[in-house]
């Protein structure tokens, strides 16, 4: 299947930990995004990747670092979660200015 | 850096009723309006967009339709039905940068 696939889908954690969330598209993309959408549903960009380089980077703490292997890739790492961290984390990915193809989503709770 | 503002934040019409979304952005160098529709625990997926050199678009019962002079854009469905139920989101973006821009949703709720 064509998609943005990203894993896990679920994950819950406690305060302090370091975890990961992985993205992967099989669509050709250039540009790969991580999104974070809070309980009030708002979708907030954080960071943008255009054939592995970094082109977007919004006011996220430094403990959020995206790593991107090749251009169908993008990986998210979190280092010592906090419970404001709680969030769903979607990757997409596009081609330029059009519209982007979501991933699943990843629900992350920090207990 | 753009601003996308999207109203009303939650709307209610009877099935088989009309609904409109209506958003405005800040940014005149904007020239992508994208609209997307999450349900419930899933991904926002794209429903329809519109390109600055177009008033309007259509497509079934979805139309959008954009006034660049006053930096506005709207999502307007006819005939609505029980799963048209979702949050719907307008954005907005530049050619020259490929991020785009949410509003803050809007949740729709279609009555029986």
């Known amino acids: 299947d064509t998609a943005v696939s990203q894993t896990p889908k679920y994950l819950v954690t406690q305060m302090g930990n370091d975890k990961s969330i992985k993205c992967e598209q099989n669509?050709?993309?250039?540009?790969m995004y991580w999104y974070k959408q809070d309980s009030k549903k708002f979708l907030k960009i954080m960071f943008s990747?255009?054939?592995?380089?970094?082109?977007i980077n919004e006011t996220v703490p430094n403990r959020f670092s995206p790593k991107s292997p090749d251009k169908a890739h993008l990986n998210l790492h979190i280092n010592s979660l906090e419970l404001g961290d709680s969030a769903v984390y979607f990757c997409?990915?596009?081609?330029?200015?059009?519209?982007?193809?979501f991933g699943s989503g990843t629900r992350l709770t920090v207990v | 850096g753009e601003n996308v503002e999207q109203h009303p934040s939650t709307l209610s019409v009877q099935e088989g009723d009309s609904a409109v979304i209506k958003c405005t952005y800040s940014?005149?160098?904007?020239?992508?309006f994208p609209w997307y529709k999450q349900e419930l625990g899933k991904r926002p997926q794209l429903i329809i967009d519109?390109?600055?050199?177009?008033g309007e678009k259509k497509d079934q019962r979805i139309a959008v339709t954009l006034n660049k002079t006053a930096k506005h854009f709207s999502l307007h469905i006819t005939e609505t039905q029980p799963e048209d139920s979702a949050v719907y989101f307008c954005?907005?973006?530049?050619?020259?940068?490929?991020?785009?821009?949410f509003g803050k949703g809007t949740r729709l709720h279609i009555l029986p």
């Open positions: 997409a990915s596009s081609k330029a200015n059009y519209g982007y193809t």
């Open positions: 669509l050709g993309h250039d540009t």
């Open positions: 990747y255009n054939n592995k380089e970094l082109i």
């Open positions: 940014d005149s160098a904007s020239n992508y």
């Open positions: 519109i390109r600055s050199n177009v």
């Open positions: 954005a907005a973006s530049k050619s020259r940068d490929d991020k785009i821009i």
